[in-house]
């Protein structure tokens, strides 16, 4: 049975964390991790509450209490206490910064303090979907090969979202030489337009460049197929152009994410079983008249393809460019430092 010794003892042990990963002084951790994470005075202020909370209403009572209720993430099966963490993670991280100085991105303290939690997929920023069944369908109309490109859509937070997949095996995937290799395969595919397959080919080796490393030596950089019906395809996503009707938006499988109101790129991985994509996300800075020069990349190359959406997309807390490409094992291994 859990008792406040235990919790106290938790407690003890989140502030060493801190103090560990933030790279404060022995005992600093105590008294910031009591203001910023949990909204108490001090730490001796905050074991005082855990422990009259605890002793004289019951444990149970923790739940009800606004500040105090995230100590029991990973000790009771609740999983509104996490759903509530995603929403209130961030101010915590900025209390955290208001404080003591910071020597990592944003991104990377709220990973820590998912971490803290003991929350190890959301550190990584992984979003799993393993229920989610992707429904594939032929995105050209060929004479012999209609499975060449194909496309699913699904809903990414509620906004209409398409995937578009290229059969290509991993070694046909350097820029330098994916241009030769893909017209074989286009003009074996025997599409009835061709100039809509070479646009689709051009649109593909700017994405790749912009977005992958596929020329690198690496083996951890390098893009990973995904697999469809046992083929390998190259993978990207973009949000859909309002002007496309939908028959099946109400079916349409959904992936959801939280979004941080920080301009550092945010990256999650999205597991469908046994495969991974890459979900990115750029927030707007509707303060900054001039936007980096990677936004108007992503406008240019990913955005420019004839279904995308190429304006920011509406989602809270900000307005923020999202796209899907392949994964890569960097991902997991940056997402996990």
């Known amino acids: 049975m ?7 003892y938790k ?3 989140q502030a060493t964390f801190l103090e560990k990963y933030l790279n404060l002084p022995v005992s600093f951790g105590k008294d ?7 909204e108490s005075i001090n730490f001796d202020d905050l074991c005082s509450s855990v422990e009259s909370d605890g002793e004289k209403r019951g444990l149970s009572c923790l739940l009800e209490n606004e500040k105090l209720k995230y100590l029991l993430i990973c000790e009771v099966d609740d999983s509104n206490l996490v759903k509530s963490l995603h929403q209130n993670i961030e101010k915590m991280a900025l209390r ?3 404080l003591v100085t910071i020597n990592i991105t944003r991104t990377q303290l709220i990973s820590l303090l998912y971490k803290l939690f003991g929350l190890d997929d959301e550190s990584k920023y992984i979003i799993k979907v393993e229920e989610l069944k992707l429904n594939w369908k032929p995105y050209f109309q060929t004479k012999s090969n209609n499975h060449f490109v194909l496309f699913s859509d699904i809903q990414v ?3 209409p979202f398409r995937l578009i997949a290229t059969k290509f095996k991993l070694d046909e995937l350097s820029v330098n030489s994916l241009s ?9 595919a025997e599409c009835t337009s061709s100039k809509y397959t070479e646009l689709h080919l051009g649109w593909l080796l700017n994405c790749i460049e912009l977005l992958t490393d596929a020329n690198s030596n690496n083996s951890d950089s ?3 197929q995904f697999q469809v019906e046992d083929e390998e395809y190259t993978v990207f996503g973009f949000p859909l152009c309002p002007t496309i009707s939908l028959n099946s938006k109400a079916t349409m499988p959904d992936v959801n994410f939280l979004v941080k109101n920080t301009i550092e790129k945010q990256r999650f991985i999205i597991i469908f079983g046994l495969q991974r994509l890459t979900l990115e996300c750029l927030v707007i800075n509707e303060e900054n008249i001039r936007l980096p020069k990677f936004y108007h990349e992503i406008k240019k190359n990913l955005l420019s393809h ?8 509406a989602l809270e807390p900000a307005s923020c460019f999202i796209w899907v490409r392949p994964f890569a094992y960097v991902d997991l291994i940056e997402n996990a430092l």
């Open 96 to 98: 955290l910064e208001e």
């Open 180 to 188: 030769d290799k893909a017209k074989t395969k286009v003009n074996f």
């Open 11 to 13: 407690l003890n042990l």
């Open 306 to 313: 004839k279904d995308a959406c190429d304006d920011p997309i």
């Open 157 to 159: 937070n509620n906004i």
């Open 32 to 38: 910031l991790l009591a203001k910023t994470i949990y």
């Open 2 to 8: 859990l008792t406040t010794a235990q919790l106290i």
């Open 222 to 224: 390098l893009p990973i």
